[in-house]
């Protein structure tokens, strides 16, 4: 499926009267592939989610949406391609209530509104927040913000996801739901975060920036587990990972980062 495939050619981005922040990123994202991509603040990841998004244009190199180039003639077509979740989820809730929220996206598509009610009823229930759907945005916790947020995204039905930060103001129980939502997720996806428990279940491929360029682009597993370079780019090993002396041997009991994980930490400890 060509449509859910995202090419990077030598994307470079610079902030007007500011330093380059991106710096000559190439890459490939296949149909289906969950990406994590991480690094210390300041590395670049939010600015790199925004330009796959169309919020900002490469100031060099060229960004391919599936079959399409972006430029300010196809955002409105990739737009609707993509959905982005952003860090802060005050940025993303501007209507009074979470049902008008929740259906700005298709709305504002012309979808019609039998239909409209039918995805804002899904995606909050799939999300664990169907209770909020008539409740004030503004009136509304940091961690059910982040879910109506989430929620908002999913109503678009898109056919690639892109989150900065998703498991921020989540507590321990809609963190889990976060998780589980990520894993049925078909299509691709990448996940901006420091949570670098969250990219072990979710995530196979891993692109670790480091000052606006790619140090790393492969196994989870085996970035993840190296302490080293973790070290350099500003991490720490996953907080699963810390008290065991050889986090490599951690995956050995699991089937992969993402199936069993859990399963094989409560084995080791």
Do not use: W
């Not at 710096?23 to 210390?40: M, N, P, Y």
């Not at 796959?52 to 244009?57: A, F, M, V, Y």
Request: proline content about 4%.
């Amino acid at each position: 499926m060509s449509h859910h495939m995202i090419e990077l050619k030598n994307v470079s981005f610079k902030y007007p009267q500011g330093n380059e922040v991106i710096k000559d990123i190439s890459f490939r994202i296949t149909h289906g592939e969950s990406v994590g991509l991480i690094g210390a603040n300041g590395a670049g990841k939010s600015t790199l989610l925004m330009l796959l998004s169309g919020l900002l244009i490469p100031t060099n190199g060229d960004i391919i949406i599936g079959e399409t180039k972006l430029t300010k003639k196809t955002l409105k077509y990739i737009r609707q391609r993509i959905g982005y979740c952003f860090q802060n989820p005050d940025d993303q809730l501007f209507m009074n209530t979470v049902y008008d929220d929740v259906a700005f996206g298709p709305r504002n598509y012309g979808i019609d509104e039998i239909e409209i009610e039918k995805r804002v009823d899904k995606a909050l229930e799939r999300v664990g927040a169907l209770h909020l759907k008539n409740k004030f945005s503004y009136k509304l916790s940091g961690g059910e913000k982040r879910m109506v947020s989430i929620a908002t995204v999913l109503s678009m039905e898109p056919d690639i996801l892109l989150m900065d930060e998703p498991s921020s103001f989540l507590d321990p129980g809609a963190r889990r739901r976060l998780i589980n939502i990520l894993n049925s997720f078909e299509h691709t996806k990448i996940i901006a975060t420091h949570d670098l428990d969250l990219v072990l279940e979710t995530c196979k491929r891993t692109i670790l920036l480091k000052n606006g360029k790619i140090v790393f682009d492969g196994n989870t597993k085996d970035i993840l587990t190296d302490k080293k370079l973790l070290e350099e780019c500003g991490l720490e090993l996953p907080f699963c990972l810390q008290t065991i002396d050889k986090p490599s041997l951690m995956f050995s009991l699991c089937k992969s980062p993402v199936n069993g994980f859990q399963k094989g930490i409560s084995h080791k400890l």
